[in-house]
């Protein structure tokens, strides 16, 4: 989204740089040629990003563990997650946040990443309290009621 705002730039230089010079330049016709190239550049990255998005959200699709029940491992030093056809063990130091609430939790890869672990998944409630435990002590967590 910051080439819209280098356009932006490239123009205001430009009128300077010909003011500067003594050459004339017509205010009107810069103005409309700045606010149609301005548009237009915010407009193509609107549309970039939205092409983005799906070009994600169908690799996500043609993931191996794309649209499968994940299931997770929590241990004292990683976090094992399998599903059909797929295994991966990450370290604790890996997740950034995780918030908690009375459904479930959210751990963070990043701030745009994360997984949604139901309450309901866990098989009792001294599981679900342990696993929180562990949230709290290997992540920068906060608790939503």
Not at 83 to 96: A, C, V
Not at 105 to 130: C, G, M, Q, V
Request: net charge positive; with cysteine.
């Amino acid at each position: 989204m910051q080439w819209p705002i280098a356009v932006a730039i490239v123009f205001a230089l430009y009128y300077l740089a010909n003011t500067s010079k003594g050459e004339k330049v017509d205010l009107f016709v810069f103005a409309i040629s700045f606010v149609c190239v301005t548009t237009f550049s915010f407009g193509a990255a609107l549309i970039d990003r939205s092409l983005a998005r799906r070009k994600l959200s169908k690799l996500f699709r043609e993931l191996p563990s794309g649209q499968k029940v994940m299931h997770w491992k929590f241990q004292a030093e990683t976090v094992e997650c399998t599903t059909e056809g797929s295994r991966s063990q990450t370290e604790w130091p890996l997740f950034t946040e995780s918030v908690s609430s009375p459904d479930g939790a959210l751990i963070y890869w990043n701030k745009s990443s994360y997984h949604w672990l139901p309450k309901a998944a866990f098989t009792s409630e001294s599981d679900y309290n342990r696993f929180l435990d562990l949230l709290a002590a290997k992540t920068k967590h906060s608790v939503i009621n």
